[in-house]
């Protein structure tokens, strides 16, 4: 695709995004500031954030708050910290704030894996 013909959307993408296509890597826990935590599943990821879909119509996050997010990650969860910049319904988009070069280490490695497990998926087909 030309630059010409790509939308705004398309423009503002710093980091290039992988879907989550299988269960292992799917679910995201996150924290509205408080003692609850909602279970999501991510959508795709990228080293500058995530979009997520949650279940439950009663979650209701506000737009430019921060959010702490945790990701399954080989068994274990790993945690981001991430502003809220866009939400539809129950989809909410994510923009990693605040990242160390460990969690960078770890969007990596999540990325490589999901990469991986599409992969795997597209050939068995």
Not at 23 to 46: M, Q, R
Not at 54 to 71: I, M
Not at 87 to 92: G, I, K, P
Request: proline share 4%.
């Amino acid at each position: 695709m030309t630059m010409d013909l790509m939308n705004p959307a398309e423009e503002r993408r710093r980091h290039r995004r992988v879907f989550s296509l299988v269960a292992e890597e799917d679910i995201v826990l996150f924290n509205t500031n408080g003692p609850s935590h909602f279970v999501a599943k991510l959508l795709d990821l990228s080293r500058g954030g995530a979009l997520i879909y949650t279940a439950d119509p009663s979650v209701a996050p506000e737009s430019g708050c921060r959010y702490k997010l945790y990701f399954q990650s080989r068994g274990a969860m790993f945690h981001l910290e991430g502003t809220l910049i866009r939400n539809e319904l129950q989809f909410f988009a994510f923009q990693f704030v605040n990242i160390t070069p460990l969690d960078l280490a770890e969007i990596r490695s999540k990325l490589a894996r999901m990469e991986i497990l599409a992969a795997r998926i597209s050939v068995g087909h």
